[in-house]
């Protein structure tokens, strides 16, 4: 089913949900305060932001220039039952200063495709190949939230600071899963914890010093940037270095290596430094 939106809708900062397997929105939408939510109709049926087609079978198909027809406090696409979500354009948002991702499968990039955005929540499930991968262009925002659930991988690159933040009810990086953050040549930080069994860290210098974080096993590198960079890390429980989704143990250049765990610290994997590195 078709849905075709060609004039205006207008809430009072309420909010408003889009369910149909095809969607043609050269109208605007706007909620004000509200949040805009648009799905698919049929489970399962996949997403694809950047088309400017309608044309793809079991695709809910959504240009940027579709999404920038929308006014709201923050934008969620997808529910738990949508299938793969794929990033297939440039998605630079305007309307909007949140975008909320949501799949019962993977989010994955293909072509030129990438995120602009000040504020990012990603929720990825476990009905695909339990791999999202965001890092084949680097996308561009400042607050990150993500869902990783057991068995599943989550992997992020971005152009700029990056700070692990709470983002439209996901409150930091979170799950039993595994997260991949890259931000190279700049940092990452965080304004809420870090609760994800397993995470990589690839940055100029991590600062994560939530008393709140719990992470069972972490990996780290902070040589790409080719400036002194830190690597500081806080947990509340026990915690290994090792290897986390081909990064192993943690590397810095010329900085830092500062770990601090309110349990057991196992080194199964090195720290190395190339200039000199107080642990």
């Not at 008393?211 to 830190?230: L, P």
């Amino acid at each position: 089913n078709m849905l075709t939106l060609t004039g205006t809708a207008a809430t009072s900062n309420g909010n408003v949900t889009y369910a149909a397997d095809n969607m043609a929105l050269s109208g605007s939408t706007n909620a004000g305060t509200g949040i805009v939510t648009l799905k698919s109709e049929t489970t399962g049926h996949a997403i694809n932001l950047g088309s400017i087609y309608d044309t793809t079978a079991g695709t809910l198909e959504l240009s940027a220039g579709e999404l920038n027809m929308i006014t709201a406090a923050a934008l969620r696409i997808g529910d738990t039952g949508a299938g793969n979500i794929t990033i297939s354009a440039a998605n630079n948002l305007t309307s909007t200063n949140v975008l909320h991702l949501i799949t019962g499968a993977d989010i994955s990039q293909s072509g030129t495709g990438a995120i602009d955005i000040t504020n990012l929540a990603l929720e990825v499930g476990t009905n695909g190949i339990l791999t999202s991968d965001l890092s084949t262009n680097a996308n561009t925002v400042t607050n990150f939230a993500a869902s990783v659930p057991s068995g599943a991988t989550l992997k992020f690159s971005n152009s700029q600071d990056l700070a692990i933040a709470s983002v439209d009810g996901v409150t930091g990086v979170t799950g039993l899963g595994t997260a991949h953050l890259i931000a190279s040549g700049k940092n990452i930080t965080q304004t809420a914890a870090v609760t994800v069994a397993n995470l990589a860290l690839e940055a100029n210098s991590v600062t994560l010093i939530n008393a709140s974080n719990d992470v069972t096993t972490i990996a780290g590198d902070t040589t790409a940037g080719g400036t002194s960079g830190n690597f500081t890390y806080v947990d509340s429980n026990d915690l290994a270095v090792g290897t986390v989704d081909s990064i192993s143990g943690i590397a810095a250049n010329n900085g830092n290596i500062v770990l601090t765990t309110d349990g057991l610290l196992t080194l199964a994997a090195n720290l190395t430094d190339t200039a000199g590195t107080n642990y």
